[in-house]
């Protein structure tokens, strides 16, 4: 168990913010690295064609160390459906066959997918919410002979509803389906088995608990698709491009792996260095101690909360660092506005109210929450 990191975060102490999900706060350390970058910008002749390169590297390893794959397996990228746009380009689908998604996924890993189903004269097969929440079993039986693809999270973003990874990528893999992956929700504070996953693709925007910079995202692309068609085709993927003075020697060759994949004008000088700060603090805490000093948080006001008629998903099928509360009748439409005026910070996504803390949350924002919610409800 990790003891409160409040002090490395700039949140004051009447502020209760249980809303990772929404957006990840900034370290301390890592917004002054956005500020330093800021400051480089201001002086560009400070700036070398180097520097273009050296914090991409960084983070691309950082990112590479994090899911347990190869620097030359990432790409950066700038948002999840940047990501998923790139996987979709890169999967051939024909006519008839299908692409798995559930219901009330995110739209970044949906729109992506309507419009190859379109062109290609393929199906959108969307999973309905199981009454049990048991979304690997209902996942593993819509996968037969016809899927083709079937592009998932790890948890659901409105409820925390947890997938076996594992199971689902054995089946498809079995199936010769192919695995996109959109872990925007989940990864930095739930480990992923990687090599047992097996994703095609695996994508996650940055900002939320990868507590990184917005407009920055990091994409695996499994090496059988590292040949493939990059979304743009931007200069400083290609190969030599560290040659200023030879960027007019056009060449059709790419930097090596998925660099090919990279978003136009990655190396920026403020996000970046953001980001690298944030994986750093990340890889230093260890994303198991994270889920399970995550998971006894959520766990605890959840069972505070069952007293004021909030159920939230047994354990077992819900991630540890995601809690969605719902309640018989449904929640007071004033909730939220409510909660802000006594400055608590959570979402509500669909019928459940996300409470999504991280290590800055203490025992005084858990017991605020409750106090607040026992005169609301
Ligand atoms: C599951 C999931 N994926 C992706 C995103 C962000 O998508 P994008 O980076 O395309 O804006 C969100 C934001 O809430 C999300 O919940």
Known sequence: MIPSQRHLFDIPDEIAYFNC???????????????????????????????????SEKARSLFATLVGASADD?????????????AAKNIPLSRGLKILLLEDQFP?????????????????VTIPTPADYDWTSAVLKAIDDKVAIAALPHN???DGALLDLVAIGEKLKVQGAKLVLDVTQSLGAMPLDLARVKPDFLIAAAYKWLLGPYSV??????????????LEYNWLNRKGSENFAG???????????????????????????????????????????????LTHKTQDIAARCAGLGLTSLPDDKRAGHFLGLRRDGGLPKD????????????????????????????????????TALENIL
């Not at 370290?27 to 273009?52: E, Q, Y």
């Not at 990432?74 to 459906?81: N, V």
């Not at 970044?108 to 959108?124: C, D, P, Q």
């Open 156 to 158: 659901l973003w409105t």
């Open 217 to 230: 995202g990091f994409m695996y692309v499994a090496p059988e698709h590292h040949g493939g068609e990059p």
């Open 247 to 293: 960027l007019v020697d056009y060449v059709d060759e790419y930097q090596p792996g998925a660099r090919r994949f990279d978003m136009g004008e990655r190396a920026n000088f403020a996000l970046m260095p953001v980001a690298v700060t944030a994986l750093e603090q990340i890889l230093a805490w260890g994303v198991a101690n994270i889920q399970e000093t």
């Open 21 to 55: 999900a929404y957006m990840g706060p900034l370290l301390k350390t890592a917004r002054a690295a956005g500020h330093a970058g800021i400051d480089r910008k201001s002086l560009p002749w400070n700036v070398s064609p180097v520097d273009f390169f050296t914090e």
């Open 74 to 86: 990432i790409a950066i990228i700038s948002s999840a459906s940047y990501g998923i746009a790139t």
């Open 335 to 370: 909730l939220l506005d409510r909660l802000k005026a006594e400055n608590i910070h959570v979402s509500v996504r669909g019928s459940s109210m996300r409470i999504t803390p991280h290590l800055f949350n203490n025992e005084a924002d858990s017991d605020r929450l409750l």
């Open 108 to 124: 970044s890993n949906v729109y992506s997918w309507m419009e190859l189903a379109r062109a290609s004269g393929g199906e959108i």
